[in-house]
């Protein structure tokens, strides 16, 4: 398999993942997903919104446009909202990045922040952002699960994907 074909797959496969997430939790009574809980972010909400910024942030990087003064922003009180740009997120990320090749995947980025020093080819950051969400989507169902949330969990591993 074609490295672009195994990054098209990933990308599509994170799109499909989100959006049985957010399907799922848009079944839910809204005041849940701002109920607090012991995770990395307190809320199903604020899950929702820092997977949503980091796909951005790290689109952003991959399309090599500048991410300086990159909006890091939380929403209140915006759910809904919050939801439908993940989804429209994932979407836009496997739509625009379905078009780099093998060598624009092969390119090495060079990213420079605060927090983080890295050189490596396009492709591992993609990597690493399709995991980043896979990560946190595990972290809103165990949330869920902590505020007595039982029923329609979907299932979002690859392997059901495929």
Do not use: C
Not at 14 to 32: C, F, G, K, M, Y
């Amino acid at each position: 398999m074609s490295l672009h074909r195994l990054i098209n797959s990933n990308l599509a496969y994170n799109t499909w993942a989100n959006e049985r997430i957010v399907q799922w939790l848009t079944t839910l009574d809204e005041s849940i997903l701002y109920q607090q809980a012991d995770s990395s972010y307190s809320s199903i909400d604020l899950t929702v919104q820092h997977i949503h910024r980091v796909e951005r942030y790290w689109s952003t990087f991959i399309h090599e446009k500048d991410i300086t003064d990159f909006d890091w922003s939380v929403l209140e009180n915006q759910a809904t909202q919050n939801l439908i740009d993940l989804q429209s997120q994932s979407l836009l990320m496997q739509q625009s990045m379905a078009n780099f090749d093998e060598s624009q995947l092969n390119q090495v980025l060079v990213l420079d922040t605060p927090w983080s020093k890295n050189n490596q080819a396009r492709f591992h950051y993609i990597f690493h952002m399709l995991n980043h969400s896979t990560y946190h989507r595990g972290q809103i169902v165990s949330i869920a699960r902590q505020l007595g949330v039982t029923e329609g969990i979907p299932g979002t591993d690859y392997n059901g994907f495929n």
